[in-house]
């Protein structure tokens, strides 16, 4: 049976909602966290390695670049966790309606940014 379904391959022309934005949100912090786990136990290794190496990981934390990988990590497992909590709660049947997962998933996407501000405010 052959389905005939309009197919629209221009992604630019879709409007996701705020529940869909947070929903792939979740999911890149989720990817980017397993990259940090990577990236965090490399400079660990490093650091343990002798007292040089913490020395170069030291110097490595004070410049711009790596702050802002550390700023990217802090981000995205702060995303991760407000996200999770937003799905627990909603795993226990409460803010499950339309309206409330929109304005529940706003308030996840605005309070992650607050709280990655003030993270960038910290590291920097």
């Not at 550390?70 to 497992?77: E, H, K, Y």
């Not at 991760?80 to 409460?94: K, N």
Request: hydrophobic share 55%; proline share 2%; aromatic share 10%.
């Amino acid at each position: 049976m052959k389905k005939q379904r309009p197919v629209n391959l221009d992604l630019s022309t879709i409007k996701l909602p705020a529940a869909g934005k947070a929903s792939i949100l979740h999911r890149i912090s989720g990817v980017m966290m397993v990259f940090a786990v990577g990236i965090l136990i490399w400079t660990l290794s490093i650091s343990l390695s002798s007292a040089e190496g913490f020395a170069s990981v030291k110097e490595c934390l004070e410049g711009g670049f790596f702050k802002f990988i550390i700023w990217g990590i802090v981000s995205a497992l702060t995303y991760h966790i407000v996200g999770g909590f937003r799905h627990l709660i909603m795993d226990m049947g409460h803010l499950e309606e339309k309206g409330s997962g929109q304005t529940s998933a706003k308030f996840v996407i605005a309070l992650w940014i607050v709280l990655s501000v003030l993270a960038g405010v910290w590291i920097w």
